[in-house]
């Protein structure tokens, strides 16, 4: 197949998306402001490290070079991983935590959706089953987004604060390179452009009942998916992650 | 050894931590057996209080179907109306319908 390293490339990027921000829920594993909250995070934690499994797994086999998932997620370093910056930028508060997944899940929505429809099948598979558990996820942050969104003047000027700090990083999911265009172009994956329009629709008539303004910017932050430049949260996101990897290689239980 | 009295003062001057509403959680297994109370959780409002039953209680694939009701809308029984309320019941084993031989296919009862 012609499109084999674009393919793989491709596939790293859900990877990574999904392992990185399911490694940044896991953090607030015993913090979270409530125990219903601290379950419901480290759910959906699991949900898309699991996710990751799948998009990874398969990325292992279409390289077809012995690495497995687990050596993907645990042997690269930072200029390898192919997420976006939204994902990586650090948790903050519980407010900039649910402003970020809110922000990512409206996008996964959209994209796994699209993805059902993937000429490649098993692209197809891992899109229809995880695409159920992302629109749990959507719903869960929504709510929070509108309930403190829309809550108390403290809540209200959180929330503000987390879309105005984040917002510059979601241009990056609707930014096309050349191996986007190989995916569009073999129908394995819509351009990302073409979702654009819908998730921003979606976002502000959230932000409207949530009574959060949309900043009205063009500029945005990239160079997470193409791997040029990662933030500097990545590589500290990273040692915590890696660090029994890296110190016991091939260490098993 | 710290008094009774001082540990309730000490109790009372802490602030107000402004909870959630406590919720009862109902979960139905599997069709067929009706609503069994799985447990408690806080919860803003009812829509919320679903949602945290789902991740409290049925992330292992438990259920089929969750009620929620705040537990101040619970009337319960209080205890010292035990004797009154279930003494009366206790010596009269014709009300058990235990003289029925139920077929194992008409599952659970």
């Known amino acids: ?253 | 050894m710290t008094s009774p009295l001082i540990q309730k003062e000490a109790i009372e001057k802490l602030p107000s931590r402004n909870e959630w509403p406590l919720w009862e959680v109902f979960v139905r297994g599997q069709n067929g057996v009706s609503h069994r109370h799985f447990g408690s959780l806080h919860a803003p409002d009812a829509d919320a209080a679903i949602r945290n039953a789902r991740d409290v209680y049925t992330r292992r694939n438990e259920g089929v179907s969750i009620w929620v009701v705040e537990a101040k809308n619970i009337a319960a029984s209080s205890p010292s109306a035990k004797g009154p309320l279930y003494d009366p019941a206790a010596s009269k084993v014709y009300r058990h319908p235990t003289f029925f031989n139920i077929p194992d296919d008409a599952g659970p009862m």
């Open chain 1, 1 to 253: 197949m012609a499109q084999e390293p674009a393919y793989f490339e491709f596939l790293c990027r859900m990877g990574d998306n999904a392992l990185v921000l399911g490694h940044r829920l896991s953090e607030w594993c015993g913090h979270a402001p409530a125990l219903e909250e601290d379950i419901a995070l480290a759910n959906t934690g699991l949900d898309l490290i699991g996710e990751a499994q799948l998009w990874l797994g398969l990325a292992s086999d279409v390289e077809d070079r012995g690495r497995t998932a687990d050596d993907l997620a645990m042997g690269r370093d930072v200029w390898d991983f192919r997420n976006h910056l939204l994902t990586e930028q650090p948790n903050g508060d519980f407010g900039q935590t649910m402003m970020r997944q809110y922000l990512f899940d409206a996008w996964h929505v959209c994209l796994l959706d699209a993805l059902c429809d993937s000429s490649q099948a098993h692209t197809a598979e891992i899109a229809a089953k995880t695409v159920k558990e992302a629109r749990y996820h959507l719903t869960r942050s929504r709510s929070i987004v509108i309930g403190l969104g829309d809550g108390t003047s403290e809540s209200h000027r959180r929330m503000q604060t987390a879309l105005d700090r984040l917002f510059p990083y979601v241009g990056e999911f609707f930014e096309t390179d050349s191996i986007d265009r190989a995916m569009t172009a073999s129908r394995i994956a819509p351009d990302p452009n073409s979702l654009k329009d819908p998730y921003l629709e979606t976002i502000r008539s959230t932000f409207l009942d949530a009574t959060l303004c949309v900043p009205e910017q063009e500029f945005y932050l990239s160079g997470g998916k193409t791997g040029r430049q990662h933030s500097e949260h990545l590589g500290h996101l990273l040692t915590q992650m890696q660090w029994l990897q890296r110190a016991y290689p091939e260490a098993s239980w």
